[in-house]
C-alpha cells in the first residue's frame, strides 16, 4: 500500500512540473579579453580595451600584449591582481585570471608608470 502511494506521489510531484522547480546550481560564466598596450599618436600609452565588464561570480580571464618598446604593468588594486607585462616581441605577453567575487567599479592601471591612462573593471551585481 504504502509503495502504491509512494509511486501515486512520485508521479504526481512529475506530472505538475515541480521538479523542474528545484534550483541548479549556478554556473559563473567567463569572461575572457585580449587587452593591448598601445600609444597613441599624442603619446598617450593606454591599453585596450580600457574597461573590462564582468557579471559577479565571472571567471575573468585576461591576455595581455605589450606592443610598446619597454615593459608596462596592469594591475587591478582592489583584486589585488597584478602582472609586469614584458616589451614587445616574442615575450610581450600576460596573463590574469580571478574570480569577480565582489560588485562595483575598480581603477585598472600601469603599477610602473602612474601617469599611463587609468582603465575600469566593472563588475555588475
Ligand atoms: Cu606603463
Not at 501515486?8 to 534550483?23: F, R
Not at 597613441?40 to 564582468?54: D, E, M, N, S
Request: proline share 6%; aromatic share 4%.
Amino acid at each position: 500500500m504504502k509503495t502504491v502511494w509512494t509511486r501515486v506521489l512520485a508521479a504526481l510531484v512529475v506530472a505538475s512540473g515541480v521538479v523542474g522547480l528545484v534550483p541548479r546550481a549556478a554556473r559563473a560564466g567567463e569572461v575572457s579579453v585580449t587587452v593591448v598596450n598601445v600609444e597613441t599618436p599624442q603619446g598617450v600609452k593606454v591599453w585596450l580595451p580600457t574597461g573590462i565588464t564582468a557579471k559577479k561570480g565571472d571567471i575573468v580571464k585576461l591576455k595581455l600584449v605589450n606592443k610598446l618598446a619597454n615593459d608596462h604593468g596592469y594591475s587591478i588594486p582592489a583584486y589585488n591582481v597584478g602582472v609586469i607585462v614584458p616589451a614587445e616581441g616574442p615575450n610581450g605577453n600576460a596573463e590574469i585570471t580571478f574570480t569577480a567575487d565582489k560588485g562595483g567599479v575598480f581603477p585598472i592601471n600601469c603599477q610602473l608608470h602612474p601617469a599611463h591612462v587609468a582603465g575600469q573593471l566593472v563588475v555588475l551585481e
